[in-house]
């Protein structure tokens, strides 16, 4: 008789802990609103600002419109996604070139895209951007 209140302890345990696992699938999970998006790079043309805002090997995002671009000679630019390829979340910084995620502490080379830390192992996708009419515009071209 002993054993049957340790049995329904670890059960209600077990209960609790998949509860608590289910939080975090839905915590993670690209249904979320942690920033995530459906799609991580930008389906239409969006203007991003003056070249002069990304200086010569730097990078900078562009958070609102889910961007990297980085710099790697005057004139070139590069463009990444700004979505984490680990859980879709949105990255929060860029600092020395490296591109930070906030749910899990992935980071990332944001001069080529490049898992550094995991948990993320895939790059960053990469976006076309150009120069027109004297701004940066990234996505497709119209």
């Given at each position: 008789?002993s054993?049957?209140?340790?049995?329904?302890?670890?059960?209600?345990?077990?209960?609790?802990?998949?509860?608590v696992?289910?939080?975090?699938?839905?915590?993670?999970?690209?249904?979320?609103?942690?920033?995530?998006?459906?799609?991580?790079?930008?389906?239409?043309?969006?203007?991003?600002g003056?070249?002069?805002?990304v200086?010569?090997?730097?990078?900078k995002?562009?958070?609102?419109?889910?961007?990297?671009?980085?710099?790697?000679?005057?004139?070139?630019?590069?463009?990444?996604?700004?979505?984490?390829?680990?859980?879709?979340?949105?990255?929060?910084?860029?600092?020395?070139?490296?591109?930070h995620?906030?749910?899990?502490?992935?980071?990332f080379?944001?001069?080529?895209?490049?898992?550094?830390?995991?948990?993320?192992?895939?790059?960053?996708p990469?976006?076309?951007v150009?120069?027109?009419?004297?701004?940066?515009?990234?996505?497709?071209?119209?």
């Open positions: 008789m054993g049957q209140p340790t049995a329904r302890r670890t059960v209600l345990k077990g209960a609790a802990l998949a509860g696992a289910g939080l975090g699938v839905a915590a993670c999970s690209t249904d979320s609103k942690l920033g995530h998006a459906e799609t991580p790079t930008p389906t239409a043309p969006v203007e991003l003056a070249p002069d805002e200086p010569v090997g730097e990078s995002l562009y958070r609102e419109q889910r961007v990297i671009v980085t710099c790697p000679a005057k004139g070139q630019y590069k463009a990444f996604s700004a979505q984490c390829t680990h859980a879709g979340c949105l990255l929060d910084k860029v600092e020395k070139n490296e591109g995620c906030p749910c899990h502490g992935s980071l080379d944001t001069t080529t895209g490049k898992a550094v830390k995991g948990p993320a192992t895939v790059p960053l990469s976006v076309p150009r120069v027109e009419g004297g701004r940066l515009v990234a996505g497709p071209e119209a």
